[in-house]
């Protein structure tokens, strides 16, 4: 990344930790691994003693058994195993399902496909705060309804769902829970020992891992299974095949490990930084806050600002690098469809910014976000035509 | 590593300096202004223009609008600045978006600033 660059764009992806990457160079380097984690001779059988290690390593950080974990490459793919996978696995005992139009556009986008095979699908929507009421979702369950998905913790606005309660209602009616969890793990205490979720994904690139391997969870529960996407070799339980990607696994055991130590610091860190932030942002004049504030992950601030328009502001505030609206959004340049979701006019979304934080952020940063943010809202305010 | 940039250096210059903006104030034979919006985004430029026999002495803009917008606004009044209205009667936007590497799906925004300026021309020949 060239040094003058500011970068916020964490909820994007996160930077590769040197200890992670040095775990990769190790397993990728002359001294490494040469082999297909799937072949019977010592050199794959070495192989895949690392996959299974780095397995273990995740396992713990999610406090499961690593037989429970599924390698994928990444939380799109393991969006789309849980979801279509397990609708078409429990199809024969009904076809309604549930989630929210504020999911990542992997979720949404499953749900769709399923709608075209026939599947009703119920989308709840959140209050303006962006959470689901558990209430409203207990309305809506039926003798049909077999899968409800909400993801953890939203990656436009951070605003955190409650997934224990969620859970908890799904297990009452035997739906089974899937929660996107790509912007939890490795960030908040995320225990699927006492979790009720049967299907979690996850993304290793979230968490200063490498980008390319994620996992998805699947609780050992009578009924919670999930049919292929895909078909080829009998890699991870026959639900995923493919080639193992041997050396981004080690990344991604590596960076749970360090999750597993850095947690802590971590969340104090965001958490200061973030404080810092919304302080500078709030002194300015027409600077609002997207989402909930009490239940939000503290590494994401979403904030709007009257009279400007979204690319400019975008522009102005060069060299910081944040996001306008989610990710995969700002390339359609279309106004988030999460913070419409949260009741947001077109105008309101399309000027949102998403400062997301991390492990790496400083304050000296911080700092050069807010400059750069009032000016932008000044220069732009200041040549524009009125409505 | 070469970047692949949105925006061309005159863009950049436009949007971080644009001198050409805000409102031409009434010390001229006549100040016109003109205002055009695009509806889907909610894009909208005004112009205003100090006029002296005939002849455009200055135009001033305001924007809400993406960068390239703003610069093809900004270079719209530098080039239309000290012309007659005749000569800015047909004004066609081709030219300056091909000059700032407008993408094509903002072809909309360019008619904005022909709408504005044909609207100016249109004013002033009902007040003559």
Redesign the interface.
Known sequence: MPTDSVYLDYAATTPLDPAVALAMQRCAGEAGVLANASSIHREGRRAAVLVDDARQLLAELLNTDPGRLIWTSGATESDNLAIQGAARFRAHRGRHLVTMPTEHKAVLESFRALENEGFEVTWLRPGRDGRLDVAELEQVLREDTQLVSIMHVNNETGVIQDIEAIGALCRERDVLFHTDAAQSVGKLAVDLGSLPVDLLSLTAHKFYGPQGVGALYIADRPGCHVQPLMHGGGQEQRLRPGTLPVALIVGAGAAARMALQHREADMAHVTALRDRLWAGLAALDGVTRNGDTAHCYPGILNVGAEGVEGESLMLGLEPVCAASGSACNSLAGEPSFVLRALGRSDTEAQSAVRFSLGRMSTEKEVDIAIERYRWALEHLRSIAASP | MTLIEP?NNEV?AR?AK?IH??DVEADYDSVLGA?AKQAA??????LSAGIDAGRVVVLR???????HL?AAADALCEEASGKMLEELAGWKAGALAERLAVPR?KAGLMFLLEDALRSIVAQSAQTE
Do not use: K, N, T, V
Not at chain 2, 41 to 46: F, K, Q, S, V
Not at chain 2, 62 to 67: I, L, M, S, T, V
């Open positions: 925006y950049l949007f644009p903006a805000g205002d985004d909610g894009a909208r430029i005004r803009f305001r924007a809400w609008g993406c960068p703003i799906s």
